[in-house]
């Protein structure tokens, strides 16, 4: 839906239903990276912004990059995504209007337990994808631009591979979401690179197993934006901005800490550190 359509059946509907404008007024539109919504965060977090606020957040969880577009088109209030060079082009751009760090957590390999490339247990992500492409082991990219993707592809370069060049039935790019890639890594036996966070929410494990972790390189910071009002006049930036102070304040930042699956913390909350 572009953001004129957005407007227009706002106002019709409005028109045809006595309360709507008033409810709308107190609804927002947050495009977020699938594994906010994938690890289960958002169910923990979002119902106490709303007992707090009364604002109700509605998300549209896509890849980072389709994310960050949907933003651009001025469909959505709020950004909150995971790729910290594709967050400062927007905000370079002029869309967004102040990037705020918020969390973070890692990616992690996996792969079936029985180690066909030999590097279950290792910390070295780049020795592990140089093995995987030497012995032509089946990897599955999500393809989709998403902070995973871009992520991935930073480790491929990193490892002095280029997977576009270097195709072939071993790489599957899918073009899909975290949770299709892992179920595609389930049912080709091959390995994949996911966020920890909807790996540890994620169902369907079957013989997978995390088979490469702690490499620093496998850090994942999270960052949230709202979307710029200079830009997009009709972008509820009060209520936007109330969001993304929640997150940042010591209420929100305790909020997703104590979001655990299994004893687990997912996400670690890191807002104060300008840095990140």
Do not use: C
């Not at 933003?71 to 209007?97: C, I, N, P, T, Y």
């Not at 930042?253 to 909350?269: E, K, M, V």
């Amino acid at each position: 839906m572009t953001s004129i359509t957005r407007r227009l059946f706002v106002a019709v509907l409005a028109l045809l239903m006595p309360g709507l404008a008033d409810a709308q007024d107190n609804t927002i539109v947050v495009a977020s990276t699938t594994s906010t919504e994938d690890s289960g965060l958002f169910r923990h977090i979002l119902p106490l912004f709303r007992a707090k606020t009364g604002i109700e957040v509605k998300v549209v969880a896509q890849g980072t990059g389709q994310a960050l577009d949907t933003a651009r088109r001025g469909d959505a209030d709020v950004v909150f995504v995971h790729a910290k060079s594709a967050e400062e082009a927007f905000l370079a751009q002029g869309f967004g209007v102040k990037r705020y760090p918020v969390m973070y957590n890692d990616f992690v390999l996996v792969g079936p337990k029985k180690d066909p490339a030999g590097v279950a247990g290792t910390k070295d992500i780049v020795a592990a994808l140089k093995a995987l492409h030497d012995k032509q082991i089946s990897f599955v990219s999500r393809g989709d631009r998403s902070g995973t993707h871009l992520a991935e592809l930073a480790l491929w370069k990193a490892a002095g591979i280029d997977p576009a060049a270097n195709t072939g039935a071993w790489y599957k790019s899918i073009g899909q979401g975290m949770g299709a890639a892992l179920n595609t890594a389930v049912a080709l036996d091959a390995y994949v690179l996911s966020d920890r966070g909807t790996w540890l929410a994620f169902g369907n494990k079957s013989d997978l197993d995390i088979a490469v972790q702690g490499d620093k390189r496998l850090f994942n910071q999270y960052g949230v934006m709202l979307v710029n009002p200079q830009k997009h006049p009709h972008v509820k930036a009060a209520a936007g901005q109330q969001f993304i102070d929640w997150l940042v304040s010591p209420e929100g930042q305790r909020a997703i800490a104590d979001y655990r699956i299994n004893g687990s913390q997912l996400f670690y909350p890191n807002a104060q550190d300008p840095s990140a």
